[in-house]
């Protein structure tokens, strides 16, 4: 019998009672109430020294809106990163944009330190002192951090062993294999004078498997040029060493 702490996300939020939110409901509500995975919310606000618990000040060199404190977040940051939980993330629309790739070497981890922002941000220099990984979750502007840090932590807690049903549902989702997904069907077989593709109908796997594929690469050419090209780039070699195993066997 082990310890060991399940897979942990730690978020650092002026609104800690945002999450569980929809966290706590489905899949990742079901795993969570059987310890598959923990999360833990610490409010910023309380680091803060002053009596009215301040934790924004103006921008220096004037401008728009406020910025929230070094001193502060910190703070914040030193009680949450004592016990070696990591990556630290700071969530914000100048990040880097969240990929699959990256979700994937999260969830085989410990867990996360998600630090969401609000007003303009965080003060530059707590970014760089804490060498945060700025992370967002694409060409969007939110109110905070916190539904990118909602969005972040499921995507992780639906690749942790026990929390989906079946593992190669996961293998063929849109991303993982550098391809969006497939569409899908099921009953009716025919709805409003539209009808499911027969190959569906076949039971024949090796036909409905190929269809799938190149329903797949065609949504990806069309719709994500970028990750057509780079699909187009790797796929000699993956066809290569499916073949390689073809003459093993």
């Not at 502060?72 to 990929?99: K, M």
């Not at 060409?139 to 499921?154: F, K, N, R, T």
């Not at 949504?219 to 060493?241: C, F, H, I, M, S």
Request: net charge negative.
């Amino acid at each position: 019998m082990t310890n060991q702490r399940p897979w942990t996300a730690r978020v650092l939020t002026l609104f800690p009672e945002m999450f569980p939110g929809p966290l706590g409901q489905s899949l990742a509500g079901k795993a969570l109430e059987k310890g598959l995975w923990r999360l833990e919310t610490s409010d910023i606000r309380s680091f803060a020294t002053d009596k009215h618990r301040t934790v924004d000040d103006t921008p220096f060199g004037g401008g728009a809106g406020m910025v929230m404190r070094p001193d502060v977040v910190d703070a914040a940051l030193e009680a949450a990163t004592q016990d070696g939980l990591g990556p630290a993330i700071y969530l914000t629309p100048r990040g880097q944009r969240v990929e699959q790739a990256l979700v994937r070497d999260w969830a085989a981890g410990p867990g996360l330190v998600l630090v969401c922002g609000r007003y303009e941000g965080l003060d530059e220099r707590v970014i760089e002192a804490r060498g945060l990984l700025e992370i967002s979750l694409g060409d969007i502007v939110l109110s905070g951090g916190e539904p990118a840090a909602l969005a972040v932590i499921d995507a992780c807690v639906r690749l942790l062993p026990g929390v989906m049903g079946a593992e190669e549902t996961l293998e063929e989702e849109s991303f993982e294999r550098g391809l969006l997904e497939y569409p899908h069907y099921t009953r009716p077989a025919e709805w409003q004078g539209r009808t499911v593709p027969e190959v569906l109908l076949s039971g024949h796997h090796e036909k409905i498997k190929a269809w799938r594929l190149s329903q797949a690469e065609a949504a990806t050419k069309l719709r994500r040029p970028d990750l057509w090209t780079a699909y187009e780039k790797q796929r000699p070699q993956v066809l290569g060493n499916k073949s390689s195993r073809r003459k093993e066997d």
